[in-house]
């Protein structure tokens, strides 16, 4: 893992994605079922080490009910 600085805007997906998957009572695990990835690719995207495609984003916002431009905020 390196230890260069998460980017702010991945910072704020990262804490947005938690808290909108803790909102509707998902686990990583459950949330990764639905999206069709492993459960590992979503710890790695939660702990910024992965960040994911815009097609996944798209994916993850249709998953948890948000309008994509909520999870920057």
């Not at 230890?3 to 994605?17: G, M």
């Not at 808290?19 to 995207?45: E, H, M, P, T």
Request: charged letters at 25%.
């Amino acid at each position: 893992m390196s230890d260069r600085p998460i980017p702010r805007i991945q910072s704020l997906f990262i804490l947005n994605l938690r808290k909108f998957r803790n909102a509707r009572n998902l686990s990583q695990k459950d949330l990764a079922d639905i999206l069709s990835i492993s459960i590992v690719y979503l710890n790695r995207i939660e702990n910024g080490r992965a960040y994911p495609s815009a097609d996944l984003m798209e994916k993850i916002c249709l998953a948890l009910e948000v309008l994509p431009h909520e999870m920057f905020l």
